[in-house]
């Protein structure tokens, strides 16, 4: 069974940095491209970083380009994500997802998410 | 950047049929994929590629995609199908997926 198990958030100040992680289960993880997707409190998704299964080919949305940085560790089957330079417009429920391509890229297992709540 | 529209919200009577859109310019040429997320619950991939189903999915749920126009269809609805429903496709042109902003289904 696949899964997909986040931690790490929690309340940060403006201006502060929080390290999410996703634990992920079930599939060999190395042979899979991840994504960060975000949803603010009665928002939308949004997405906001994409990770090759080799971990060299990054993206990141314009809203955080500069200040998060995403990261894997296939031998641990791990997937972060660090967030710095932290506003209020980043406060939201952090999920990370597999990323499946059939010649397009969609999201076909999502963990339960991780609040990150930005305030001082 | 590419833009996908949705209606903000869709009711439907229990066992009727709801038909959720999803807007783009020459949607056609992009696969298109839908994504159920209920009160409080991560989302769940429902369709991709247009039309097909992951495993386990009901075949009540069902997709088509033609000129500027996506479809999610859900047959036989039922309370348990209330949830907020996604479309998501991939901008090759910027290399990274774009979400509409949702349709609400209510179950009157």
């Known amino acids: 069974e696949v899964q997909l198990v986040e931690s790490g958030g929690g309340l940060v100040q403006p201006g502060g940095s929080v390290r999410l992680s996703c634990a992920a289960s079930?599939?060999?993880?190395?042979?899979?491209?991840m994504v960060w997707v975000r949803q603010a409190p009665g928002k939308g998704l949004e997405w906001v970083s994409y990770i090759s299964s080799s971990g060299f080919t990054i993206y990141y949305a314009d809203s955080v380009k500069g200040r998060f940085t995403i990261s894997r560790d296939n031998a641990r089957n791990s997937l972060s994500l660090q967030m710095n330079s932290l506003s209020v417009e980043d406060t939201a429920i952090y999920f990370c997802?597999?990323?499946?391509?059939?010649?397009?890229?969609?999201?076909?297992?999502w963990g339960q998410g991780t609040l990150v709540t930005v305030s001082s | 950047s590419y833009v996908l529209t949705q209606p903000p919200s869709v009711s439907v009577a229990p066992g009727q049929t709801a038909t959720i859109t999803c807007g783009g310019n020459n949607i056609e040429g992009r696969s298109v994929h839908w994504y159920q997320q209920r009160p409080g619950q991560a989302p769940i991939l429902v369709v991709y590629d247009d039309s097909d189903r992951p495993s386990g999915i009901p075949e009540r749920f069902s997709g088509s995609n033609s000129g500027n126009t996506a479809t999610l269809t859900i047959g036989r609805v039922g309370a348990g199908d209330e949830a907020d429903y996604y479309c998501?496709?991939?901008?090759?042109?910027?290399?990274?997926?774009?979400f509409g902003g949702g349709t609400k289904l209510t179950v009157l």
């Open positions: 998501q496709v991939w901008n090759s042109d910027s290399d990274f997926p774009v």
């Open positions: 079930g599939f060999t993880f190395s042979s899979y491209e």
């Open positions: 997802a597999r990323d499946q391509w059939t010649g397009s890229h969609y999201f076909d297992f």
